[in-house]
């Protein structure tokens, strides 16, 4: 498929920039995906910590309330779509074909164009700041309120929106394509399904729900983009359109991209448990099973979103709601167990992997209250709906992320990061994360409203919102020894050799950076853990002792 | 950081000091080290307010048991992560492989049926508690439309036969048009049962009150209802509600209170106001009411100033006065069913108020007389709508 040249294997990122803008390399475009990934985290981080300004204390200090809408709405846009599911297509993209065997992915070329698409959606969504106005009405761009329409979404910010979330989506279905047909027809000989690596396995799933939702969600914003410009009705009850059914084709996709932004997550800590613990993956079979059974029933859930709209049948989505913390639990408990007696090295990757156990467990249980629907008309809306997202997102997806990026950085860079300044990173995020958004938990108790600029001084918030906003400024300080390491790292870090990690899957055969051909010569794949297998001889890989020792 | 064994007691420090600076910092900040007090507040903190509906209170049982699994479920997990992370830590003299355990089927079983059994019992008790917050009567004591726009609500109190399906409305009794303070907002009967219609004529808002544990979304082109009785012990309170979706730059000011009156008090408050309302019949023309401070009638007379609202924006937004001579403001509120006025403030529409016109519903016209205004410049603004601005030129 992939006309490979052979090059010898010089470090990937001291290649030219022609190099980089035209190259069809999977690993430069995974790179590509997770820099690029990065930029819109900060610009994202940035207008997080305008909104923790303006909350900080009561009264309109920083910005009009427009002004707020489209900061927020923006904070949003750019962390759903533009950081968390393309960071973690970036680590698909450049890992997965590596720990199946491949020497690219199956369609290097549209591999180019799915990434190159990013950046620019992103540009356009941003202009609006230069064009009178971004879009303002949420990352839901709820109708009627998206529409054009005085009190609406005047002005082309809301266009922009649309149109570079056209492209983004476009780029998600593209690369769900070239995931799906790299893992079907590429895997090494030997490579069967079921000993695929964990995270091969999320984006396997990912790329079948990014498929089938992503269309979806292309369609809404497209039938909303006629109702603004071209005169359609789809979704303005004042031309007989229909509100509700906007948000039933948005949340169809949105509430499945939740899953697209953490299962590769999932995917991620689930290499890196096994490795640090120098343990199989517990319960391998049941970890596939449990991924699959989430992303089904990720499709008959999205109408949780929608409890308070008195247009759904409330017990079918609650029900459906509560199940998916069946496949949930199973995976946790598989995780534990595979640390259970093992032998755990606590360096960096593992901190944040076992940060994001423990966080995304909170995100896990304070979702169950929401799902309870007479719960959720008290929380609906409110900030311990922001709580519970963000430990889902942040608690769950970013401190996968940070796990995954400090255990492939070594083998994307050939170099190691600093330990010291990973665990310091690690303790300023976990603690900032939890002093922004543990207190919001209680602001929407009390009945704070999401999405105002301000608040009342008299209603009781002023002390949580402070304690969320110096909360806030920590995790934004904690990016300081991420990027100190990563420039240190690259100008002078420890050669990091093969396989720093002893790692147990196949991007640890190969050179770090691996070469552009990706393998000389391939291990025997006999397990899920083909690279253990090479290091400690087949016998090692089960024990007396161990219940089941074949799949 | 160089040594060879990684023994993570650097991590583990630092993951135990970042625990105790979260939970110090909490401490300090909710109260001054009181430990007690501050127990007291962190526990009830997690809770929602105490309900003031029937329906809220079965609510808020409701959360206290799936709060009470969610602690249980909580310490077992959380407590299992960080006691393994931290027994088996790998030791310098670990050469050796552990145990290459690959699974267990007793133990795959157990972990899906036990977390099953339990969102089944949650999801039991949350459909009957559903099934009592949703029940909606055909003969409420009192029936209400609470109507939703770009930003403010009103309150219309219906007659007993009112249906909202019907081919011909009927006309409510009385329309209250300020949702804030002791004269506006939701009056209702404590210890009745209240239906409330929801209708927007915009975009989608929320209605919710704390207190009630409830919400509800306001959706153009349908018309949601539910239902509410404050309890009786509940009389002569106030409630703060507010709009809970997204509805635009205004959404934050669409405020309303809710008085509950004793049955006594309400039925007397309500005989009033549509015999006021029936005795002013809608606004005259001439009925121009001025505000606090209004205008002694006979003085001087001032020029008639023309000012019409549509689309939520004024037209002019630049006024001239004379100065020290009571004038007049033609005011055409052409945005129906959305409440307007015009108010004056001193320097900028933001300035401290020196004027404030009757607020009513369009499509209506009034007239206001404003009184004598010292030479400056002012701003005059809408109440309802801060974004609602222009300036006016006294000289």
């Known amino acids: 498929m992939a006309t490979t040249v052979l090059h010898p294997a010089a470090p990937t990122y001291r290649s030219s920039l022609y190099d980089w803008v035209t190259t069809t390399d999977h690993k430069k475009i995974g790179i590509l995906y997770i820099v690029n990934s990065f930029i819109f985290f900060f610009i994202g981080g940035i207008l997080a910590m305008l909104v923790r300004s303006e909350l900080a204390f009561p009264g309109l200090q920083i910005m009009s309330d427009q002004v707020y809408n489209e900061v927020f709405t923006m904070h949003a846009t750019m962390m759903i779509f533009l950081f968390v599911i393309p960071m973690l297509a970036g680590f698909g993209n450049y890992v997965m074909p590596l720990q199946i065997g491949a020497p690219d992915m199956a369609f290097p070329r549209i591999n180019a164009l799915s990434f190159w698409m990013l950046p620019l959606g992103g540009f356009l969504i941003l202009l609006g700041f230069l064009t009178g106005g971004t879009a303002a009405a949420g990352w839901t761009s709820y109708s009627p309120l998206a529409q054009d329409r005085p009190l609406g979404a005047t002005g082309s910010g809301q266009d922009l929106w649309i149109v570079g979330l056209t492209l983004v989506g476009t780029s998600s279905i593209l690369g769900a394509v070239n995931f799906l047909a790299t893992i079907f027809k590429m895997r090494a000989p030997g490579m069967t399904l079921f000993r695929m690596p964990l995270l091969t396995w999320t984006v396997l799933v990912t790329a079948v729900l990014v498929l089938l939702a992503t269309p979806v969600f292309t369609s809404a914003v497209i039938m909303l983009f006629i109702d603004r410009n071209l005169g359609g009705s789809f979704f303005d009850p004042a031309n007989g359109g229909d509100a509700i059914l906007y948000q039933n084709v948005f949340w169809f996709y949105s509430h499945p991209a939740v899953y697209v932004m953490i299962l590769i997550a999932m995917g991620t800590v689930s290499e890196i448990l096994p490795v640090f613990s120098r343990k199989p993956l517990f319960g391998y079979k049941a970890f596939v099973f449990a991924t699959v059974a989430i992303g089904a029933l990720g499709f008959s859930v999205w109408a949780h979103h929608m409890f308070t709209t008195g247009a759904v049948y409330l017990p079918f989505f609650s029900l459906m709601t509560f199940l998916i913390a069946v496949p949930t639990g199973v995976k946790f408990f598989n995780w534990i167990f595979t640390m259970w007696r093992g032998q755990i090295r606590v360096a960096t990757p593992l901190l944040f992997a076992v940060g994001f156990l423990t966080m995304f467990l909170i995100g896990g249980i304070n979702g169950a209250f929401s799902a309870s629907v007479p719960v959720d008309f008290a929380l609906h809306d409110t900030y311990f709906v922001v709580a519970h997202l963000h430990y889902v997102l942040f608690g769950g997806s970013v401190f996968g992320i940070m796990a995954g990026l400090y255990y492939w950085f070594p083998k994307m860079t050939g170099r190691m990061l600093n330990e010291t300044l990973g665990k310091i990173q690690f303790v300023l995020m976990f603690v900032g994360f939890n002093m922004t958004f543990f207190p919001m938990h209680e602001l929407g108790l009390s009945g704070m409203p999401r999405r105002i600029a301000d608040y009342s001084s008299t209603a009781g918030w002023n002390d949580l919102n402070l304690v969320a906003t110096i909360g806030g400024f920590t995790i934004a300080a904690s990016m300081v020894p991420l990027l100190w390491n990563v420039f240190l790292s690259l100008r002078s870090g420890p050669i990091a050799g093969d396989d720093p990690w002893e790692g147990n899957t196949l991007e640890w055969a190969t050179t770090s950076p691996p070469p552009p051909y990706n393998f000389d010569r391939l291990p025997e794949i006999r397990s899920e853990r083909p690279v253990f297998d090479a290091r400690y001889g087949p016998k090692a890989h089960g024990t007396a002792a161990a219940a089941p020792a074949e799949h | ?395």
């Open chain 2, 1 to 395: 950081m160089a040594s060879p064994p990684r023994t993570g007691r650097f991590a583990l420090q630092a993951l135990v000091v970042g625990a105790i600076l979260v939970v110090g910092v909490g401490l300090a900040i909710f109260g001054g080290f009181d430990l007690v007090g501050t127990g007291q507040r962190v526990v009830s903190s997690l809770f929602p307010p105490i309900a003031v509906t029937t329906e809220g209170a079965k609510i808020r049982d409701l959360y206290t048991i799936v709060f009470f699994i969610a602690v249980v479920i909580f310490f077992v997990v959380e407590g299992l992560i960080l006691w393994t992370v931290l027994r088996y830590r790998r030791k310098p003299d670990d050469y050796e492989l552990p145990p290459q355990t690959h699974g267990n089927a007793i133990a795959e079983i157990v972990w899906t049926v036990v977390p099953t059994l339990i969102v089944a019992f949650l999801f039991v008790i949350s459909w009957q508690t559903l099934n009592t917050v949703e029940v909606v009567s055909a003969n409420p004591d009192q029936k209400i439309q609470a109507t939703a726009g770009q930003f403010q609500w009103t309150f219309s109190y219906l007659p007993a036969d009112y249906d909202p399906n019907a081919k011909q409305r009927k006309e409510p009794l009385f329309t209250q048009i300020v949702a804030v303070g002791d004269d506006g907002g939701l009056v209702i009967p404590a210890g009745r049962t209240v239906k409330l219609y929801l209708e927007s004529h915009d975009v989608i808002h929320a209605f919710y009150v704390p207190q009630f544990l409830f919400k509800r979304d306001v959706v153009p082109g349908r018309t949601n209802v539910f239902e509410f009785t404050v309890k009786p012990e509940d009389a002569g309170s106030t409630f703060r509600g507010q709009c809970a979706e997204l509805c635009g730059f205004g959404h934050r000011l669409m405020l309303f209170d809710v008085h509950a009156y004793a049955p006594a008090d309400f039925d007397a408050w309500l005989q009033k106001q549509i015999a006021t309302a029936n005795a002013s019949p809608t606004p005259a023309p001439s009925g121009g009411a001025a505000g606090p401070s209004g205008a002694p009638p006979g003085g001087p007379a001032g020029p008639t100033l023309a000012v019409t609202a549509l689309n939520i924006a004024f037209d002019p937004t630049a006024l001239q006065a004379p100065a020290d001579t009571p004038f007049k403001i033609d005011f055409d509120n052409k945005d129906p069913g959305t409440p307007h006025n015009v108010a004056i403030h001193e320097g900028s529409p933001t300035g401290p108020e020196v004027w404030k016109g009757e607020i009513f519903a369009g499509p209506a016209k009034k007239t206001y007389d404003v009184p004598p205004l010292k030479a400056g410049t002012y701003g005059f603004v809408c109440s309802v709508h801060p974004n609602m601005t222009g300036t006016l030129t006294v000289n």
